[in-house]
């Protein structure tokens, strides 16, 4: 008797139509899985920044930057850290992703919003900084793979 009354609880919830919200659920046709976080880092004494990240794996279509982080001993100088994409469309798609004046800047935390960068795995994605105050310095990318 209780398998038979599980067994129609269980079909009334299926059979039920309940309301789904659009926020509550994003589903994308042929959207590959979301893969492990991952790390790209790089750190440096008296050196620029010139870190250029690919990710090329079989199985991964896109990668989505979740965060950037980049300590400075120091101020960093009169010089901008860039992040720029490196389309592998071409030069006509290569773009500006973010860029902060490092005069008076030790950290950087920059946190992205999910969907806001994502890139082609086959881009090159390119970190950028004239170390004008001879400072040490360590970067750290988060990220997505899909």
Known sequence: ????????????????????????????????????????????????????????TINTDYIEIISVRLHLSGAGGANNFTMTQDSALGAAYDTLCYSQDMTLVTDIYYLYSPGEAIFDNNDKIIFAWTNGNQVTWGLEILYRQR
């Not at 079909?11 to 046709?29: R, W």
């Open 1 to 56: 008797m209780k398998k038979l009354f599980l067994m129609v609880m269980m079909l009334v919830m299926f059979t039920t139509a309940l309301p789904i919200m659009a926020a509550d659920v994003e589903m994308v046709i042929n959207d590959p899985p979301v893969m492990s976080i991952r790390q790209s880092s790089a750190t440096g004494v008296t050196t620029d920044i010139a870190h250029t990240m690919q990710i090329t």
